[in-house]
T-cell receptor, first 115, second 112 residues
Framework: SAVISQKPSRDICQRGTSLTIQCQVDSQVTMMFWYRQQPGQSLTLIATANQGSEATYESGFVIDKFPISRPNLTFSTLTVSNMSPEDSSIYLC????????????FGPGTRLTVT | SQQGEEDPQALSIQEGENATMNCSYKTSINNLQWYRQNSGRGLVHLILIRSNEREKHSGRLRVTLDTSKKSSSLLITASRAADTASYFCATEVTGGGNKLTFGTGTQLKVEL
């Protein structure tokens, strides 16, 4: 399975500011995704991070609020812009499409609190 | 939107007992994956079952899939206190481009 790291692991931010979360994989993967998990809830897909092109966003999520980059096959960033307390969540990146598997693996998550 | 509903929402058992969690979904799938999450941390991948498979085992885990009923179950045998966690099913919808849609989750508590 792929080894995935995320930075930062947690942060406390003031409303109106932005935070960029990094996701690094130890091997080249086909697909990278970003999910949000609000307190006490399940996971919701934000977007698919496409290498070398604009991300594909799910309904209810927009690029201005959650800009995503994916410059290569092992790295992606998610920015949470102009934050409000409602953005307090765990943000997780995931990957799939390694050499031998369709399984999707998740990073450890970034716990964001907006005050 | 949630593709899957899981039941029960919460389950409390004694160590050594078996735990069964169920997942239902709505549309045609390529595969279904089960995950464990401890205390709001990252998700641990447990098992993937493809749409043409009916049963799969991994250690103390047994997963079944019934595509005619659009349902899956996860059985943990001989549970341990360390199995205490939230368990989620996630479906890769046919034509969905490897995206996963998660169920609502089951909170399992295994007591000594």
């Amino acid at each position: 399975s792929a080894v995935i790291s995320q930075k930062p692991s947690r942060d406390i931010c003031q409303r109106g500011t932005s935070l960029t979360i990094q996701c690094q994989v130890d091997s080249q993967v086909t697909m990278m995704f970003w999910y949000r998990q609000q307190p006490g809830q399940s996971l919701t897909l934000i977007a698919t991070a496409n290498q070398g092109s604009e991300a594909t966003y799910e309904s209810g999520f927009v690029i201005d609020k959650f800009p995503i980059s994916r410059p290569n096959l092992t790295f992606s960033t998610l920015t949470v812009s102009n934050m409000s307390p409602e953005d307090s969540s765990i943000y997780l990146c995931s990957v799939s499409g390694t050499a031998s598997s369709y399984e999707q693996y998740f990073g450890p998550g970034t716990r964001l609190t907006v005050t | 939107s949630q593709q899957g509903e899981e039941d029960p929402q919460a389950l409390s058992i004694q160590e050594g007992e078996n735990a069964t969690m169920n997942c239902s979904y709505k549309t045609s799938i390529n595969n279904l994956q089960w995950y464990r999450q401890n205390s709001g941390r990252g998700l641990v991948h447990l098992i993937l079952i493809r749409s043409n498979e009916r049963e799969k085992h991994s250690g103390r885990l047994r997963v079944t899939l019934d595509t005619s009923k659009k349902s899956s179950s996860l059985l943990i045998t001989a549970s341990r206190a360390a199995d205490t966690a939230s368990y989620f099913c996630a479906t890769e919808v046919t034509g969905g481009g490897n995206k996963l849609t998660f169920g609502t989750g089951t909170q399992l508590k295994v007591e000594l």
